[in-house]
């Protein structure tokens, strides 16, 4: 059995702190760049439907 990778990665964007927890399973069925794609697409449905 495969462990779940697990990263932190901390930005500050001005004033602000985020710390950025990032957890995924080496025998996923989606890359990286699929989940981006997906969520970038569910906002862009939802800031559509908000304009509406």
Known sequence: MQ???T???EYK???T???VNVKF???CKENISD???RL???DI???SKQAA
């Open 7 to 9: 990263s932190a990665t």
């Open 25 to 27: 399973t080496p025998n």
């Open 40 to 42: 970038i697409e569910r």
């Open 3 to 5: 462990k779940d990778i």
């Open 17 to 19: 702190t985020y710390i």
């Open 13 to 15: 964007i001005g004033n």
């Open 45 to 47: 449905e939802k800031q």
């Open 35 to 37: 989940v981006v794609r």
